[in-house]
T-cell receptor
Framework: DQQVKQNSPSLSVQEGRISILNCDYT??????FLWYKKYPAEGPTFLIS?????DKNEDGRFTVFLNKSAKHLSLHIVPSQPGDSAVYFC??????????????FGKGTKLSVIP | GEEVAQTPKHLVRGEGQKAKLYCAPI?????VFWYQQVLKNEFKFLIS????????ETGMPKERFSAKCLPNSPCSLEIQATKLEDSAVYFC???????????FGDGTRLSIL
């Protein structure tokens, strides 16, 4: 039973355009969500996070949107750059204060930004 | 340090041998997490620590796997009597607080022959 789903294994975007990566979750107890970027042979690099009390968080070119009623979040990258080409993982944790902060990961989306 | 440091990068063991992996969390981070990446993109939580205390070990296999985080030493993950199925990349992560972003090391690739 996969609690965090990234239904698109891959995505190709032209340089300068917007990249939109999607993530759905099933566990309504999740209340903290994160996006990580991963290059081959390296560990995941934290990009941006959002708490369930918000619906949007922005950091430079990266914006995460959270729709709690739909149990859906998305990562927008604008403008996309060739260096953004990597595998992007959505992760979730919660409930806060319940005693476990393990991350539950999706299976990733491979983003290719074409020059 | 400013990064999570994992050693070794690659570890090769014969089936039945012991394997020990190390992780130095970011200085000042009080939470440490271990994850196993078996299939290409699937991460499985193993165990977490708050300082030197086990915080959550619900993901640890009951036998053969153990982990420690002792004061003034790197954290460690040890696998006794390794099996072929233990071949994976093991990632360590640390965080400043309980619900703060986890920062990952580059992993240790364990190959069991």
């Amino acid at each position: 039973d996969q609690q965090v789903k990234q239904n698109s294994p891959s995505l190709s975007v032209q340089e300068g355009r917007i990249s939109i990566l999607n993530c759905d979750y099933t566990n309504s107890m999740f209340d903290y969500f994160l996006w990580y970027k991963k290059y081959p042979a390296e560990g995941p690099t934290f990009l941006i996070s959002i708490s369930s009390i918000k619906d949007k968080n922005e950091d430079g070119r990266f914006t995460v949107f959270l729709n709690k009623s739909a149990k859906h979040l998305s990562l927008h990258i604008v403008p996309s750059q060739p260096g953004d080409s990597a595998v992007y993982f959505c992760a979730a944790t919660g409930p806060s204060g319940a005693g476990s902060y393990q991350l539950t990961f999706g299976k990733g989306t491979k983003l290719s930004v074409i020059p | 340090g400013e990064e999570v440091a994992q050693t070794p990068k690659h570890l090769v063991r014969g089936e039945g041998q012991k394997a020990k992996l190390y992780c130095a969390p970011i200085k000042g981070h009080s939470y440490v997490f271990w994850y196993q990446q078996v299939l290409k993109n699937e991460f499985k939580f193993l165990i977490s620590f708050q300082n030197e205390n086990v915080f959550d070990e619900t993901g640890m296999p009951k036998e053969r796997f153990s982990a420690k985080c002792l004061p003034n030493s790197p954290c460690s993950l040890e696998i006794q009597a390794t099996k072929l199925e233990d071949s994976a990349v093991y990632f360590c992560a640390s965080s400043h607080g309980s619900n703060q972003p986890q920062h990952f090391g580059d992993g240790t690739r364990l190959s069991i022959l």
